[in-house]
């Protein structure tokens, strides 16, 4: 009618509306509405992101070959069919991207590109003092080309550390930018000589008049290469470098998951104003039972809460949960059984006309009998009971616990996981928890600790590398 506004569901709460019309807001959280959203956004960015790695890699070349194009294009062509031939290895070894290696495409950009301009800066200083292009080629193979693969193993052999992490995005992430570093090497010293080889056949001299100059004309014969007041420097760099590494203990691991996410993610700002209304987690977790024993053995070591053994559990929902006690429920059915003599006592001739339209409604009420959780409506036993479709093996019932605290929050979400994974009932039994909190918690500590692995895995790696290399402990360890 005209006095009462049109009335619209709406999921963007940020949406214009009519005038004359009202909103009802509603929205969609929980774990895996902010996963979703998550892995949205990751993708939605893979696009820029790669576009602004080209673009910076193609500045960076304009300026250190001073303007060269066609000298850029060479190394830029053969670096992007180094990230093909990258893409095609993943397909064979693994087959897919993840969150974690989506971004690799720009990171070994920004790696192999290394190769181009070590490759093209020698090959200047060889042409520059006159050497044929064969020879100019020969020479910058055997002493860039060595230096750089060498360099790449090392780098490799940093990545290739993670190969042992218990986290999969980490280890397909080692494999990938390992092989890929190796991969784009490969292809830049197969394509650039290649076509300096070919325009050389084509026109002879031309390779020489689009490398001329690259390198500043390389060493001139009696000029003094050595850096001016050295002592200058060398103690600028040593405050420099004293004052970062006292900062380095500082450094923390941000635990606050939170901080990682895109800001304004809807399903995020919607379980938030859960938490405030409801003083509740919207993402429980579950302790699976075989039978209602089991089930009921877990409800009574949870209830009531014990808040010094489980300080930062909020609620325990179980079947259970809409079951009272049996003395209760005797205390209770004598009650409403006193009610229910008194009116019938009552005469219903008396009465007004509701209540006797009502009489039928209220009598039936007040015969409730004590009841057991077999007989629960199935509606609310369907939510703790297994599906149809299960396994007669996993048939069960769950129990769930939801968060008292912000499980965004790192520390507090380590010690709810603690808390609920795995506890003692009576007889020794241990129940256990699954759900996103303990997964995330075993996630968290795998990568605290691969941080510490990888690094010390390198470390032995790089020197095993240096010692191969250099063939001098002295000179491996400087």
Request: charge should be neutral; avoid cysteine; glycine fraction near 8%.
């Amino acid at each position: 009618s005209k006095d009462d506004p049109r009335v619209e569901l709406v999921q963007d709460y940020s949406a214009e509306l009519p005038e004359g019309v009202t909103a009802v807001e509603y929205g969609w959280s929980g774990t895996y509405k902010t996963n979703f959203d998550d892995s949205t956004d990751i993708k939605n960015s893979l696009g820029p992101v790669s576009g602004y790695a080209i673009g910076g890699v193609l500045l960076v070349l304009l300026l250190f070959f001073r303007g060269r194009v066609a000298a850029v294009m060479m190394v830029l062509v053969g670096l992007l069919i180094g990230i093909v031939v990258t893409m095609g290895f993943t397909w064979v070894a693994i087959g897919e991207l993840n969150m974690i290696t989506g971004i690799l495409g720009a990171i070994l950009m920004g790696f192999g590109i290394d190769f181009g301009i070590h490759l093209l800066f020698r090959m200047s200083e060889e042409l520059s003092r006159g050497e044929s292009l064969d020879r100019a080629l020969q020479t910058t193979i055997r002493t860039s080309g060595v230096a750089s693969f060498v360099s790449a193993l090392g780098t490799a052999a940093a990545f290739f550390s993670l190969l042992f992490s218990e986290f999969r995005g980490f280890s397909q992430f080692g494999l990938i930018a390992g092989a890929g570093v190796g991969l784009i090497g490969i292809t830049i010293y197969a394509w650039v000589p290649a076509l300096l080889a070919l325009l050389e056949r084509r026109s002879p001299g031309l390779p020489a008049k689009l490398l001329a100059g690259l390198s500043g004309g390389g060493k001139r014969d009696g000029q003094d290469q050595r850096i001016s007041r050295p002592a200058l420097w060398l103690t600028m760099a040593a405050i420099v470098a004293l004052g970062l590494s006292i900062s380095a203990p500082s450094v923390d691991f941000e635990l606050n998951t939170r901080a990682l996410m895109v800001e304004d993610n809807h399903s995020v700002k919607l379980q938030d104003e859960v938490n405030r209304r409801y003083r509740i987690s919207t993402d429980p977790v579950a302790i699976y039972s075989k039978d209602l024993k089991q089930a009921r053995a877990v409800f009574d070591i949870l209830t009531p809460l014990d808040k010094e053994r489980f300080d930062t559990v909020g609620q325990v929902v179980s079947m259970y949960s809409f079951v009272p006690p049996a003395d209760q429920q005797q205390r209770n059915a004598k009650v409403l059984d006193e009610w229910r003599k008194e009116l019938e006592s009552l005469n219903r001739k008396s009465l007004p006309p509701d209540y006797d339209k009502r009489w039928d409604e209220v009598m039936r009420y007040l015969s409730a009998k004590p009841y057991t959780v077999e007989e629960l409506p199935s509606h609310i036993q369907e939510m703790f009971r297994h599906l149809p479709t299960t396994k007669k093996e996993n048939h069960g019932h769950l129990t769930f616990l939801y968060s008292g605290v912000d499980l965004w929050d790192g520390e507090k979400m380590l010690a709810f996981a603690d808390q609920v994974k795995e506890f003692k009932g009576e007889g020794e039994q241990v129940h256990r928890a699954a759900g996103m909190a303990p997964l995330l918690a075993r996630l968290v500590r795998i990568i605290l600790w691969d941080g510490k692995f990888s690094v010390g895995l390198t470390l032995v790696l790089l020197l095993i590398l240096l010692l191969v290399d250099l063939r001098s402990i002295r000179s491996a360890l400087v």
